[in-house]
Nanobody, 125 residues
């Protein structure tokens, strides 16, 4: 399985940005998909996930109501729509593919998952 993120860059505070992740070399429908982020000061943290089994979505409290995760099974794509971004959203964002479907596992993100290379998002005032 290979994941490639795109759509990152610089955005102003309060603006919007959409991250995309292309999934290849595997069966997309068997994977739950998620987004994590990391800064130099913090460990990688969970942002959002969508379960392959029933389409349930999960969000970190810090992004709930502002970010939306979605997937397109016909295109093997997963998206993260970011609205009303804040300075604290600045980070490297990683796409994640997980064979499990439970919320606890999806929020955890482990070395058994598949990870993209990461893409920078910078929010500036």
């Amino acid at each position: 399985v290979r994941l490639v993120e795109s759509g990152g860059g610089r955005v102003q505070t309060g603006g919007s940005l959409r991250l995309s992740c292309k999934f290849s070399d595997g069966t997309f429908e068997l994977y739950s998909m998620g987004w994590f982020r990391q800064t130099p000061e913090k460990e990688r943290e969970f942002v959002a996930a969508t379960s392959y089994s029933d389409g349930s979505t999960y969000y970190a409290d810090s992004v709930k109501g502002r970010f939306t995760i979605s997937r397109d099974n016909s295109q093997n794509m997963v998206y993260l729509q970011m609205e009303n971004v804040k300075a604290e959203d600045t980070a490297v964002y990683f796409c994640n593919a997980d064979l499990s479907s439970g919320e606890k596992s999806l929020r955890a993100g482990t070395e058994y998952d598949v990870w993209g290379q990461g893409i920078q998002v910078t929010v500036s005032s």
